[in-house]
C-alpha cells in the first residue's frame, strides 16, 4: 500500500464515524443522582429560559429540565407511563422519581393525599398542581416549574409546559402543595 493511500485510508476511518455519529440528534442526558441539582446544558436552559420568560440564569435544575426536554410532546395516553404515551399522573409519578428521587403514588386520586397544601404564591419548583376536569375532584395534575408556568400531560397535546393561570387551564385549579415525604413513606 503507497503511503497516499495510506493516508487516505486513514482519515476516512477517522473521519466517517466522526460525521455519522454528528448526524444523530441528542436528547438531554440527565446527568447525577435523583435528587441533586446539576448545572443544565447550555441550550436547554436558553430554551426553558425563553419560554418561560426568565433569565436563563433561572434555570438551575438540569435534571428536571433534561427530564422534561425528553419527554416534551410525548403523546397522552390514560394509564401510559413510556414514550409510547403518558398521562398526567404517569408524568408526575416519574419526574418525581427521576429528578427528586421521591417515589409518590402513581394515581392522582392518592398523589393529593401526599402534599402539604400552599397558596399558588408559595409554590415552588416540584410542587403538585391540581385540577377538577370533568366535574371529578382531582382528576388532573401538573408539576410546578417556576413563573407561574406548569409543565402537565395534556390530553389533546401531550406533554407540554404552559401558563398555570391560561384561563382555559387556571378554571379547573383546585389545590397545590409540596409533596410531603411523611405522607409518601406510609403511603
Known amino acids: 500500500m503507497t503511503k497516499h493511500r495510506l493516508f487516505l485510508y ?9 460525521i455519522l ?3 444523530h440528534s441528542r436528547k438531554a442526558a440527565m446527568r447525577g443522582q435523583p435528587g441533586e441539582v446539576v448545572q443544565p446544558n447550555a441550550d436547554i436552559a436558553s430554551k426553558y429560559a425563553e419560554i418561560m420568560g426568565v433569565s436563563k440564569s433561572n434555570i438551575e435544575n438540569g435534571r428536571l429540565y433534561a427530564f422534561i426536554e425528553e419527554w416534551m410532546g410525548t403523546p397522552y395516553k390514560f394509564g401510559g407511563l413510556d414514550k409510547d404515551g ?4 404517569g408524568l408526575a409519578f416519574l419526574l418525581e422519581q427521576q ?3 421521591i417515589t409518590i ?3 392522582t386520586s392518592k398523589q393529593i393525599n401526599v402534599i402539604k397544601r400552599k397558596y399558588e ?3 415552588k419548583e416540584g410542587d403538585l ?3 377538577d376536569f370533568d366535574g371529578k375532584q382531582f382528576s388532573h395534575v401538573g408539576v410546578y416549574l417556576q413563573n407561574g408556568y406548569v409543565v402537565h400531560a395534556s390530553s389533546r397535546r401531550g406533554v407540554i409546559i404552559v401558563k398555570l393561570r391560561d ?3 387556571y378554571k379547573y385549579f383546585s389545590r397545590a402543595g409540596s409533596i410531603d415525604e411523611v405522607s409518601v413513606s406510609t403511603n
Open 10 to 18: 486513514c482519515i476516512v476511518l477517522f473521519f466517517v464515524p466522526v
Open 21 to 23: 455519529t454528528s448526524c
Open 86 to 89: 403518558v398521562d398526567c399522573s
Open 99 to 101: 429528578v427528586y428521587g
Open 105 to 107: 403514588p402513581r394515581m
Open 121 to 123: 404564591e408559595e409554590l
Open 129 to 131: 398542581v391540581f385540577f
Open 167 to 169: 384561563p382555559s387551564l
